[in-house]
Nanobody, 126 residues
């Protein structure tokens, strides 16, 4: 079992920055990838970014603005968010996968991740 706890959300103005952190505990050595997803009110949960074996994946909507990183022990995953926009307003969730796929495309799907944090709110005001 892997337990995930997010922190770092809050209120920020259009164009501002926030850094989200995810602390992982438990059987973290079994994780193959970690990711951030987000869900805005009335919308489905969507992929934001993932990191697996040092490789990073990003949604087109955040490329060039967000950076995902992790430590070598797989116990911390961060999401640096710059140039935030009102459309980035959402609950952000950290997720961990224990599955191994050869193709990156599987890691864009929430179904690949079996462990989730409780979420942290990001509100970007215009």
């Amino acid at each position: 079992q892997v337990r995930l706890v997010e922190s770092g959300g809050g209120l920020v103005q259009d164009g501002g920055s926030l850094r989200l952190s995810c602390a992982a505990s438990g059987r973290t050595f079994t994780t193959t990838a970690m990711a951030w997803f987000r869900q805005a009110p009335g919308k489905e949960r969507e992929f934001v970014a993932a990191i697996r074996g040092g490789k990073t994946l990003y949604a087109d909507s955040v490329k060039g603005r967000f950076t995902i990183s992790s430590d070598n022990t797989k116990t911390t995953v961060n999401l640096q968010m710059n140039n935030l926009k009102p459309e980035d307003t959402a609950a952000y969730y950290c997720a961990a996968s224990l599955l191994t796929y050869k193709e990156d495309r599987y890691y864009y799907s929430s179904r690949t991740y079996g462990h989730w944090g409780q979420g942290t709110l990001v509100n970007v005001s215009s």
